[in-house]
């Protein structure tokens, strides 16, 4: 009865011994991966949008994930930092966070059994060729919920420009757009802004420079847009054909400060990136204004104290900062053309943000909320409209062919009411009476069916024929 038991006892023991070598090779594999040291801070201090740290210094810019009293993350950004104490600003709602919550690094470490993993919130897409037909946010997170791919060469936009290196802009950017075509020329490299109130038929135009302009890659920044409008540009304004070729970064109203401007950033550094390939890039960035009001609450929230209707200093200290990065460059022989959307309250064009807007680019387009209601689209304004680089863009025919237009065009504007009224007699006025005359011409020219395209050449050849027909008006 003992021998067999006697027998068994040198295979058990060798069994258990076994086992434990397997779980003491396992234990050095894991320490063998195991980070030496893990920073970390906690969370003594709520201050409105601010989340102050202490023990944890990180440089400005740098992310920070912020342990919930749940088990979840939230990402944060460094913002600033002041005596010890780390401010931090979540990119994220701001949820179930208590005092003393434990704040590290992303990209620690963290234990996760039996290896260890990197913290981050969700995994971000680099920029690069992968980018094209996809939409992110603005830290290149898809929000398509279409798999990461990795482009061949992904980098980084490039930064500021050196303004000796620019090249100079000598050629016209066709946008499809018949008005602004014949009118208000723009130049590959050009900026320029849509000044525009609530309702004026904004996005319309907007659509239309993204699906008809010659551009080889179209980048399309939604900044501080509602949630419902982002669907609706992607399917209704952009459509399918023209999203293959676009890279759309999106921020919506509902987040963070920080995550909006950022989103402005990122679409920058896309389209500097393309740039720097050697394609000629369209940037259309909606809005300028809301890129300025996050960076307003951001400001505010660290302190900086209002000095323009409500926007601290560092705001008009951005704006310029973004606006520079675009522009032609004289290594890729590659350009960005931009169009920045400024909103105007209650059709306020003297808004400090929309003078240092105009400040900054080299030209506007104007919507006028009169036209819009009169159902006049695009409701482009061209007697406040310009374009600064059309001169070196446009034949000199061209420039005096569009200055009669908009000067008769301005004259219809101020003189329709008297007509209206019948207190203008016939011959009082003979420029009046011109643009009397040629208005049913001049607005057929001006409007477009949103989804007809109107080349620059064709463009060009029905300004010649109104001109012409002015001049036998007048």
């Not at 002041?82 to 179930?96: K, R, S, W, Y």
């Not at 059709?347 to 006028?368: E, K, M, Q, Y």
Request: proline letters at 5%; aromatic letters at 4%; glycine letters at 10%.
């Amino acid at each position: 009865m003992t021998g067999p038991a006697v027998s068994e006892t040198p295979v058990l023991a060798a069994t258990a011994t076994s086992r434990a070598l397997i779980r003491l090779q396992a234990a050095k594999r894991r320490l063998a991966h195991a980070p030496s040291s893990v920073r970390s801070g906690r969370l003594v201090r709520v201050n409105g949008l601010i989340l102050e740290v202490e023990g944890l210094p990180l440089a400005i810019d740098q992310r920070a994930l912020i342990r919930t009293g749940d088990g979840r993350t939230i990402e944060a950004c460094c913002v600033s930092f002041h005596h010890g104490i780390t401010q931090l600003m979540a990119l994220d709602a701001e949820t179930n966070v208590g005092p003393g919550a434990l704040v590290y690094p992303a990209g620690t470490p963290a234990d996760a059994g039996d290896r260890f993993e990197l913290m981050d919130r969700r995994r971000a897409m680099p920029i690069g060729l992968s980018l094209l037909g996809r939409i992110v946010d603005g830290f290149g997170r898809p929000l398509d919920d279409l798999p990461i791919t990795l482009s061949a060469a992904p980098g980084q936009g490039s930064g500021r420009l050196n303004p000796l290196t620019r090249t100079q802009i000598d050629q016209p950017m066709d946008v499809g757009v018949r008005a602004i075509n014949g009118l208000l020329t723009v130049g590959r490299g050009q900026r320029m802004g849509i000044f525009a109130g609530t309702g004026v038929g904004k996005s319309l135009l907007l659509g239309m420079l993204a699906r008809n302009s010659q551009a080889d890659v179209v980048v399309v920044g939604l900044i501080g847009e509602r949630g419902r409008e982002v669907r609706e540009f992607v399917e209704d304004i952009l459509g399918a054909q023209a999203l293959k070729h676009s890279v759309l970064v999106v921020a919506t109203a509902d987040s963070a400060p920080l995550a909006r401007v950022r989103g402005a950033w990122f679409a920058t550094d896309v389209a500097t990136w393309f740039r720097d390939q050697g394609h000629h890039v369209l940037l259309i960035m909606d809005s300028l204004s809301r890129f300025a009001m996050a960076q307003r609450e951001i400001a505010l929230g660290l302190g900086e104290p209002p000095v323009a209707r409500g926007y601290p200093p560092s705001v008009f200290q951005r704006l310029p900062e973004l606006v520079e990065r675009v522009g032609n460059s004289d290594v890729s022989g590659g350009s960005v053309t931009a169009f920045y959307t400024v909103l105007l309250d209650d059709d306020d064009s003297s808004d400090p943000l929309a003078d240092t807007a105009r400040g900054v680019l080299d030209g506007h387009v104007f919507l006028s909320r009169t036209l819009a209601e009169a159902g006049h689209y695009p409701a482009i304004d061209i007697e406040r409209s310009i374009s600064r680089v059309m001169p070196r863009v446009a034949s000199t025919e061209q420039v005096a062919q569009a200055r009669l237009v908009k000067r008769l065009f301005g004259r219809y504007m101020r003189g329709r009411d008297m007509v209206a009224m019948g207190a203008y007699s016939p011959g009082a006025d003979p420029e009046l009476d011109a643009a009397l005359r040629c208005w049913p011409a001049i607005a057929s020219f001006l409007q477009q069916p949103s989804n007809e395209a109107v080349n620059h050449g064709a463009a060009l050849a029905e300004l010649a024929a109104l001109s012409l027909e002015t001049q036998r008006g007048n």
